[in-house]
């Protein structure tokens, strides 16, 4: 049996979400969509996002379908292809996607 107080897990939790917070940022920082942004919009967009982790080889969208949502490269590679497999392009860290 292990037991954690409840101090120590709150200061953790937070301590986390700051850690998160910061990586959304450094992201955000990258990606030229939004290089226009203040860092307080870029700050509202951080509170916004949600992780995905498609599996290698997932397509995560595909041309033609009607798409709302734009992706952003946190960490490892995308590659851009088309309706029959052609290599458009290939994406690493705050590279940007989608609509």
Request: proline residues 3%.
């Amino acid at each position: 049996l292990w037991k954690l107080e409840q101090a120590v897990y709150l200061q953790l939790k937070r301590k986390h979400a700051q850690q998160v917070h910061t990586e959304m940022m450094q992201l955000l920082d990258q990606v030229p969509a939004f290089a226009s942004f203040t860092p307080e919009n870029r700050t509202m967009l951080a509170e916004c996002l949600d992780e995905e982790k498609p599996a290698m080889g997932e397509y995560i969208i595909k041309q033609g379908e009607t798409g709302d949502t734009f992706y952003m490269v946190a960490e490892g590679e995308v590659d851009i292809t088309n309706s029959v497999g052609t290599l458009l392009g290939h994406l690493t860290r705050g590279g940007g996607f989608g609509e």
